[in-house]
């Protein structure tokens, strides 16, 4: 079974623009959720959309949105990009129905700021 | 203060070793526990879960829960090089379903 795809790997931006990551879920998995992960500040819960509808939300600013489509695949926007958004952004998957189920990670999009 | 904290090493082992690995949380909500590994320029990869205190074991690796002092650790014996990597606790509410706090990550080198 195919595992979590991210795409981009890489970007490089400047700081004021916008970017969209994409992650494209393990096939019958319903909830996808977004993580930044930093030197300083390790693994930070973004947000996690369940069905179309963000089912929890993380301690980041509004610049930081997300979206999820029938397919469950999952899109992320940063806008007004800052230097400090310079991180590798994770999402994981999961089947998102019961308590506590398994959550598989993608490779990642390594985002840099310039 | 943190809901959990990780010990932070950086933890260098000769091969064959024992490897313990440590994580304390204060939420008393945490009702699932997971260890994950990271290598480097990879996500990462879930490698126990569970949800009661006690031990589970799996291979190499066992994963213990002490709920009543919320302490989880992750045990690694006849540690490999192959096992260098970052691993990352992790914990979750059932109410929560989606979001996992994540300790900082311990780097573990094997030596062979």
């Known amino acids: 079974k195919a595992g979590v795809t991210q795409t981009p790997r890489y970007l490089i931006k400047t700081r004021g623009q916008q970017v969209t990551l994409s992650c494209s879920p393990i096939?019958?998995?319903?909830?996808v959720s977004w993580y930044q992960q930093t030197p300083g500040q390790g693994l930070q819960f973004l947000f996690e959309y369940f069905s179309e509808t963000q089912r929890n939300k993380g301690n980041f600013p509004g610049r930081f949105s997300g979206r999820q489509f029938s397919n469950s695949r999952s899109e992320m926007n940063v806008s007004t990009l800052e230097l400090g958004d310079s991180a590798l952004y994770l999402c994981?998957?999961?089947?998102?129905?019961?308590?506590?189920?398994?959550?598989?990670f993608g490779p990642g999009t390594r985002l840099t700021v310039l | 203060q943190k809901e959990v904290e990780q010990d932070p090493g950086p933890l260098s082992v000769p091969e064959g070793a024992i490897v313990s690995l440590n994580c304390t949380y204060s939420n008393s909500a945490f009702q699932y526990f997971m260890w994950y590994r990271q290598y480097s320029r990879k996500g990462p990869e879930l490698l126990m879960y569970?949800?009661?205190?006690g031990n589970k074991e799996d291979g190499r690796f066992t994963a213990q829960v002490d709920k009543s002092s919320k302490y989880i650790s992750l045990f690694i014996r006849d540690s490999q090089p192959s096992d260098s990597a970052t691993y990352l606790c992790?914990?979750?509410?059932?109410?929560?379903?989606?979001?996992?706090?994540f300790g900082d990550g311990t780097t573990l080198t094997v030596k062979p």
């Open positions: 992790a914990m979750g509410r059932g109410t929560n379903a989606g979001k996992s706090t």
């Open positions: 096939s019958g998995h319903r909830s």
């Open positions: 994981a998957s999961s089947f998102g129905l019961t308590q506590g189920d398994e959550q598989f």
């Open positions: 569970t949800y009661s205190s």
